[in-house]
């Protein structure tokens, strides 16, 4: 199992129009091959900077999953809500 952390920060004014898109791309990992379960947290000193940690079976269930259709779609419609390039970490325990 692996445990990818995501951390976003959101451009000013975008709060509610990322919240509905992150939702619907967690909605569409919950439905791919190898996740087991994902949360999104809020930092508390600055509310726009975001986090997403999601469980997966393996490595290679993530990586199909960051380079599939749904998540580039999805991340496209992101990108323009973010101040800068999400940062992704991949971690094991």
């Known amino acids: 199992m692996i445990i990818v952390l995501i951390e976003r920060?959101?451009?000013?004014?975008?709060?509610?129009t990322y919240e509905a898109s992150a939702k619907r791309t967690?909605?569409?990992a919950?439905?791919?091959?190898?996740?087991?379960?994902?949360?999104t947290?809020?930092?508390?000193?600055n509310s726009r900077r975001r986090f997403v940690l999601s469980k997966?079976?393996?490595s290679r269930d993530w990586f199909a999953w960051y380079s599939s259709d749904e998540r580039k779609a999805m991340m496209n419609e992101l990108n323009l809500l973010l101040e800068q390039?999400?940062?992704i970490s991949l971690l094991q325990n």
Request: aromatic share 12%; charged share 20%.
């Open 85 to 87: 390039q999400e940062k």
């Open 26 to 28: 967690l909605h569409l």
């Open 9 to 16: 920060q959101i451009a000013e004014d975008m709060e509610p």
């Open 41 to 45: 947290f809020i930092d508390i000193n």
């Open 30 to 39: 919950y439905q791919a091959p190898g996740f087991i379960n994902g949360e």
């Open 56 to 58: 997966w079976q393996s």
